[in-house]
């Protein structure tokens, strides 16, 4: 089972606390070679890492954390030629040494040392890669800086990888991926310093190594975070391999020439990534989210890097065609090239699909596709459905013109897929085209889809007698009645009137019906004809409608009620219009006045008849204020020591009482004793009184719990928290 090392930085806030931050480099050896490779160096979707052995002594094989500051890797992986104890600053000697006394040195380092390798120490192991491109992070370190640059002192260090398509001059044909960016110059002392590849190198020597190195002062502000005289900045080692192959890497570090001055190598923890997940969509078209069109090209299928999966690199993905697709690759659609590459910089790439239309019934076909990696601990596997085409339908309307004017004949598209292309027997490829004013020419249009599908359509020209539109007629209407006015229409439908009520222009009406119609006029003044244009051309329009409105006037005077609950809300209402005498009734039901006292609250209508049998509904409301409620006081209220007491609802202000003292403004509420009960009465601006047994409260100004101001926790460490209750 895969385990993580977490390093959990929190904070809480009951009065604020935080933990202090910390720069300087710590490294242990708690973890074996097998957890540091697996659960802290490695990442990527699956495990695919065996063989996992230690090189030289253990004490040299460590985990580091919080070298952020400093290394500018956060955690990881250390390999040390002396105990990983002696990498923490401050830099406090210029010859950090740990002798492991290991002489048998190193194949490997022997071919890049300028004398026999000792204290060798390092990790191996065999993985196999899901990527083309496998890469990770590190940093070279030494004390050897800067007195031994150029010497025959030089420590060196290297990432050996061995396997199939690699011809490397190490063992094993191994190949020596420490290299110098943009060179195939190996890291080590002499290549990386403050002489060569400056731009690489980070300086950390103390005051004495730079008088006896003859070097300008220059601020080191890692001093007191990590011992190594210097370090070089954050480099990638760069593995290009084939997938699902078994490849085999040493990483090791050893002394030159002698047991002293240590150095060490920085593994990124998680930046050894053999290949992120990828996952396969299919997204369809019109035809739906996975379907597409017979002879349409709107479809495809999406190959994603999922999750933290590092786009660096450029990535091939291969898959093939399901077993169970029922689409023919070259009947039904272009067959695949059977692989994808995702460019660098990019976290997904689209497959176009091209599907054929033919003319067989044949119903939907699928079309599935899988991924086709044998050495994944995953699969994934996407599919369309191939659906025959839409058939296109349109609507191409006759048009009808008055004579002089131009026809225009639009198409309109209810069913296909876009874009659409057009083709008139005039020669013209527009939805719509305009003709010359002639009776009974017939036009051919086709239509053609981007499925390729067709349709053809047909549509002749009408020359029409213009419109004639008469108004009159002279109304008496009721408030909110419509007045049918007498209309003489003649003309093809539909119709477009536009009028004028008291002289200002209205929106224009639509009527469907030729011959003698109704103008229907809902409000009260004089109707002018303006114009009328009927479905081809404008006509002549005239004619005058006088409408009169009888009208029903009711003013009402309310009175709510006191108190929640009371009846002594009252209403009265004053009628008058133009046709008298009236008759009215109430709801609900009322005596038949126009005056009513001891209401309770509610809505009261009343709907009145006038002499010419006019109605009119005009309702009332009678409000009522909210019911009283005690004293109360909220938990934020408690936090306070000078929160208000205060009664609810009713109408304020209050007035408060003992049940057997005098009303006065209550100010000896805040003088009871905390969680006493008592019985209070209320009473508020309108007489209203209420009764209530009341707990008093109590604040708590310093809140209600506590937490120490500050915690330091070591890593792992589990803590109970338990507040301290002000309660």
């Not at 492991?100 to 120490?121: E, H, Y």
């Amino acid at each position: 089972m895969r385990r993580s090392f977490i390093l959990l930085v929190f904070s809480l806030w009951i009065g604020g606390w935080s933990l202090p931050a910390q720069t300087v480099l710590v490294t242990h050896n708690d973890f074996t070679a097998n957890t540091l490779v697996k659960d802290i160096f490695a990442s990527g979707a699956c495990e695919n890492i065996d063989l996992i052995q230690p090189i030289g002594h253990t004490a040299g094989i460590g985990y580091f954390e919080n070298g952020s500051a400093s290394i500018g890797l956060d955690r990881g992986i250390i390999l040390s030629t002396g105990p990983t104890s002696n990498a923490p600053g401050p830099n406090s000697a210029t010859d950090r040494s740990g002798d492991f006394n290991d002489n048998s040195g190193d194949p490997d380092l022997s071919s890049l040392a300028t004398g026999a390798v000792r204290d060798a120490v390092g990790i191996e192991f065999d993985f196999v890669p899901l990527d083309s491109f496998v890469s990770f992070r590190y940093v070279f370190a030494s004390e050897e800086y800067c007195e031994f640059v150029g010497s025959e002192y030089n420590d060196v260090f290297g990432f050996f990888i061995s396997g199939p398509g690699i011809n490397g001059s190490f063992s094993d044909n191994a190949r020596n991926v420490a290299l110098i960016p943009g060179s195939n110059d190996y890291v080590a002392i002499n290549s990386v310093n403050h002489q060569h590849h400056a731009n690489f190198f980070v300086r950390n020597e103390l005051d004495e190594d730079q008088q006896q190195c003859h070097l300008d002062p220059v601020s080191r502000p890692h001093l007191n975070d990590i011992e190594y005289d210097g370090f070089t900045q954050v480099l990638t080692a760069v593995l290009r391999l084939q997938p699902c192959e078994t490849y085999h890497i040493r990483l090791v570090v050893g002394d030159v020439a002698d047991e002293f001055f240590d150095s060490a190598v920085f593994l990124e923890a998680g930046s050894f990534n053999l290949g992120g997940q990828v996952d396969l969509v299919a997204e369809g078209g019109s035809a739906g989210p996975d379907a597409v069109y017979e002879g349409c090209d709107d479809g495809y299928f999406r190959f994603r890097r999922v999750g933290e999966a590092p786009n660096t690199f450029p990535l091939t993905v291969h898959y093939v065609l399901s077993q169970g697709s029922t689409a023919g690759a070259g009947e039904d659609f272009a067959p695949f090239a059977g692989e994808v590459t995702i460019p660098a910089g990019v976290n997904f790439v689209d497959l176009p699909v091209t599907t054929f239309a033919d003319t067989l019934d044949e119903g939907p076909e699928r079309l599935e596709l899988v991924l086709d990696i044998p050495c994944a601990c995953y699969a994934d596997s996407a599919f369309l459905w191939i659906q025959p085409p839409q058939v296109v339908e349109a609507t191409l309307p006759d048009a009808y013109v008055c004579p002089g004017e131009a026809a225009i004949l639009q198409a309109s598209v209810t069913q296909g897929m876009m874009p659409y292309t057009y083709q008139w027997s005039t020669g013209e490829d527009d939805s719509g085209i305009t003709v010359p004013a002639l009776d009974s020419v017939s036009y051919q249009l086709t239509i053609t889809d981007a499925c390729e599908q067709t349709t053809e359509l047909s549509a002749l020209t009408w020359l029409v007698t213009p419109p004639l539109a008469e108004l009159s007629g002279d109304v008496t209407i009721c408030e909110g009645d419509t007045a049918q006015l007498p209309l003489t229409l003649s003309g093809t439908p539909p119709f477009l009137l536009h009028y004028t009520l008291d002289g200002v222009d209205q929106p224009p009406v639509s009527l469907v019906a030729a011959n003698e119609y109704f103008f229907p006029a809902t409000a009260e003044g004089t109707y002018v004809l303006t114009s009328v244009k009927d479905q081809g051309c404008p006509g002549a329009a005239n004619g005058t409608a006088l409408v009169d409105e009888m009208r029903i006037l009711a003013e009402g005077l309310v009175w709510p009620v006191s108190c929640f609950g009371g009846t002594d809300g009252a209403l009265s209402v004053n009628l008058s219009g133009d046709n008298p005498p009236f008759t009215y009734t109430w709801q609900p039901g009322l005596p038949a006045q126009l005056a009513h006292e001891q209401l309770s609250a509610g809505e009261y209508a009343l709907q009145v008849t006038d002499a010419r049998g006019c109605q009119k509904t005009i309702s009332w409301l009678i409000a009522e204020p909210d019911p009283l409620a005690p004293v109360s006081v909220d938990c934020e209220a408690l936090r306070r020591d000078d929160f208000v007491f205060s009664a609810q609802g009713g109408t304020p202000p209050y007035l408060y009482a003992r049940p057997t003292g005098a009303w006065d403004a209550g100010e000896w509420l805040a003088d009871l004793l905390p969680g006493q009960t008592y019985d209070i009465r209320v009473q508020d601006a309108n007489g209203c009184e209420a009764d209530f047994s009341w707990l008093a409260p109590a604040p708590f100004p310093d809140g209600m719990a506590s937490l120490p101001p500050s915690l330091v926790l070591s890593l792992g460490e589990r803590y109970p928290f338990q507040p301290e209750w002000l309660i």
